[in-house]
């Protein structure tokens, strides 16, 4: 079958957030820096892209985001030093992140919401579906959820968010989702949603994590949404109001994700993150292994 409409090249990665919950380390380093065993966790995002065949990647940054652009970037130096030490390694792992993808950079100015920061990306979107990439959320390489997420766009057409069911204490933290069950075990049809709504107040258990492909209506309504939860101009807003009237971009519908997904935003998640993800490491992990048990057992004996 001949799909009429463009393929899906174009990935955004909103990353202009202060990361204030990671002080001190984030006063002079952005927050997408941080080190997820021994890569940025923006990295992992970015591959993330790229596996689901978008090379074409824009990054939402702000203030204090040079880091960012110099990491995807040659560095001659290094490379040079590297070269003349004979480290094809290390080498092969700084040019890495320069040949992932071609990147592009658009500043965001004003913090005003991660809907503001997807408004910002428009002028280089154009009329086509993209994908929107959160870096807080990272989903393992093994359960490949955007390609899910492109697939049942192109089939279905509109916007496809990801949905993970979580416990209803831990809805609070997201924006939650009313939804119908389709033909597919794995997507339903959206019909509300509610930015970090009151656990009695939430449509249900359905939590988005950070994986959108959506129509570029949303940006004609992005341009009339006005500040909601936070006093910030929320995607998820936007998005209700495409799920409330297909006229406008096309349904709304949510893959449901049962894959493992690492939270890296707070401090607690991040370092199980890194536990994790240290412990699946065919070169650490099974050093890694044997000491976290030890130690793990050392810990539960002088409790
Ligand atoms: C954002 C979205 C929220 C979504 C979450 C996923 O919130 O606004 O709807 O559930 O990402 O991580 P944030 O965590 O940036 O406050």
Excluded at 7 to 23: C, D, E, Q
Excluded at 58 to 75: A, Q
Excluded at 228 to 255: C, N, S, Y
Aim: charged share 30%; hydrophobic share 40%.
């Amino acid at each position: 079958m001949i799909h009429s409409h463009p393929r899906i090249s174009k990935a955004v990665i909103p990353a202009a957030g202060l990361g204030t919950r990671f002080l001190p380390a984030t006063k002079a380093t952005p927050k997408e820096m941080l080190p997820v065993v021994d890569k940025p966790a923006i990295q992992y995002v970015v591959e993330e892209a790229v596996a689901a065949g978008l090379d074409d990647v824009l990054m939402v940054t702000g203030r204090n985001k040079r880091p960012l652009e110099d990491h995807f970037d040659r560095n001659y130096e290094l490379e040079s030093a590297l070269e003349k030490k004979g480290d094809a390694d290390r080498l092969a792992k700084v040019q890495e992140s320069s040949d992932l993808a071609t990147m592009h950079y658009v500043r965001q100015g004003d913090p005003k919401g991660l809907g503001h920061a997807v408004l910002c990306a428009a002028p280089h979107v154009g009329d086509e579906p993209f994908a929107v990439l959160l870096g807080d959320d990272l989903i393992d390489p093994r359960d490949p959820l955007l390609r899910r997420m492109i697939e049942v766009q192109e089939q279905r057409g509109g916007s496809v968010v990801a949905l993970m069911e979580v416990a209803p204490e831990q809805i609070h933290l997201y924006g939650s989702a009313a939804v119908e069950a389709t033909e597919d075990s794995d997507v339903v049809r959206v019909s509300g949603l509610v930015e970090k709504p009151d656990p009695a107040d939430a449509p249900s258990n359905y939590a988005i994590i950070g994986r959108y492909v959506l129509d570029p209506a949303v940006f004609g309504i992005l341009r009339r949404t006005e500040p909601g939860r936070g006093g910030e101009i929320q995607l998820t807003d936007a998005l209700q109001q495409l799920a409330a009237d297909e006229r406008i971009g096309g349904p709304v519908h949510g893959v449901v994700f049962k894959g493992r997904r690492y939270d890296t935003g707070d401090r607690g998640d991040y370092l199980r993150a890194i536990v994790r993800l240290a412990c699946e490491r065919e070169d650490l992990g099974p050093d890694f292994r044997s000491w976290l048990r030890r130690y793990v057992t050392e810990e539960m004996q002088e409790r």
